[in-house]
Nanobody, 123 residues
Framework: QVQLVESGGGLVQAGDSLRLSCAVSGLTFARNTIGWFRQTPGKEREFVATKSWYGVTTYYSDSVKGRFTVSRDSIKETVTLQMNGLIPEDTAVYYC????????????????WGQGTQVIVSS
């Protein structure tokens, strides 16, 4: 059974940092691309960042580039999203997702999803 579990969300002030983690089980971690997405009520699900197979390719959305960093830990089989310089616009439920394909920015390319973790950034 494939399972992805996000953790690390919370309520912070603008300018603070959070570190989200995605624990992956039930699939071969190194052979799957892991992506981060976020969604706010009334908005479409938005791509945030991704690390591809074996971590060889990294993509960031323009809105988080320079502030967020995605990394893979092959030992713990987790993917971390380090979020620095948070702004209120970052408020959303954050999801991690997995695909055995190369992956990318399109949510339709991902096969498995976590339950999400809430991030609220106050001004």
């Amino acid at each position: 059974q494939v399972q992805l579990v996000e953790s690390g969300g919370g309520l912070v002030q603008a300018g603070d940092s959070l570190r989200l983690s995605c624990a992956v089980s039930g699939l071969t971690f190194a052979r799957n691309t892991i992506g981060w997405f976020r969604q706010t009520p009334g908005k479409e699900r938005e791509f945030v960042a991704t690390k591809s197979w074996y971590g060889v390719t990294t993509y960031y959305s323009d809105s988080v580039k320079g502030r967020f960093t995605v990394s893979r830990d092959s030992i713990k089989e987790t993917v971390t999203l380090q979020m620095n310089g948070l702004i209120p616009e970052d408020t959303a439920v954050y999801y991690c997702a997995a695909t055995a394909a190369i992956g990318g920015r399109d949510e339709t390319g991902y096969d498995y999803w976590g339950q999400g973790t809430q991030v609220i950034v106050s001004s």
